[in-house]
């Protein structure tokens, strides 16, 4: 991953060096913006690997970025609030987020996500599985493409590494707390399990018939959810 772009967008200047400093010590070569506007500026002339996108920015949020890349690029964004409230950090999510930290943060858990989300993101990953098909869902590891009944279906990076993890292992049962170990490569301490609910239910929007009485991604309540082939 050595020589990845990932921009870095928050208006205050020492979480700024903070971040930036680790990313770049891991091989990164990194960009920062202090507000809205110039990270727009930046997407546009050069789109980065990745997104380290604060929530409150002057001039245009966080939100709103988030909201104009998701128009036109899957790019993982993953975003960082100083707000705890549910609500915030699942509008993040909903617009297509691919992680969030809420602040105060551990620069070297900021790192390691933005490493972990890198890596799985990438197209090219020669490790990965072959393609998986479950009567006309077709998810490509290699690739990074999901299809139903032979229509691509958009996905961010981290709706598509849910899928496929769980895609992997049909029929079997993960917990959330299992699933941000697995796919977010974090924990409860440092993440909220919501965030497994909200990408749950944003898959399922994009591939389920009825997204009220899902086919393949099914609830199992008490535990957690799991695929069905």
Do not use: C
Request: glycine share 6%; charged share 30%; aromatic share 6%.
């Amino acid at each position: 991953m050595t020589g990845t772009k990932v921009l870095v967008v928050d208006d205050e200047p020492t979480v700024r060096e903070v971040v930036v400093g680790y990313l770049r010590r891991d091989g990164h070569d990194v960009a920062e913006a202090a507000d809205g506007h110039t990270a727009l500026e930046l997407l546009e002339a050069e789109p980065p690997d990745l997104v380290v996108l604060d929530m409150m920015l002057p001039g245009v949020n966080g939100l709103d970025i988030l909201r104009r890349v998701r128009s036109t690029s899957d790019i993982p964004v993953i975003m960082l609030t100083a707000r705890a409230e549910e609500s915030d950090r699942v509008a993040g999510l909903e617009l297509g987020a691919d992680d969030y930290v809420v602040k105060p943060f551990s620069p070297r858990e900021l790192a390691a996500r933005v490493n972990g989300v890198l890596r799985r993101s990438s197209a090219r990953d020669t490790n990965a599985p072959q393609s998986l098909e479950f009567d006309g869902l077709f998810v490509d590891p290699l690739s990074r493409e999901v299809k139903l009944h032979g229509e691509i279906v958009d996905m961010t990076p981290k709706e598509f590494d849910v899928l496929a993890f769980l895609a992997s292992s049909p029929r079997q049962v993960f917990s959330r707390a299992q699933l941000l170990e697995q796919v977010w490569q974090s924990s409860p301490e440092w993440q909220d399990p919501a965030t497994v609910t909200v990408h749950v239910r944003r898959i399922r929007n994009k591939i389920e018939a009825d997204p009220e009485k899902p086919r393949w991604i099914t609830t199992v309540w008490g535990v957690g959810y799991r695929f069905e082939p």
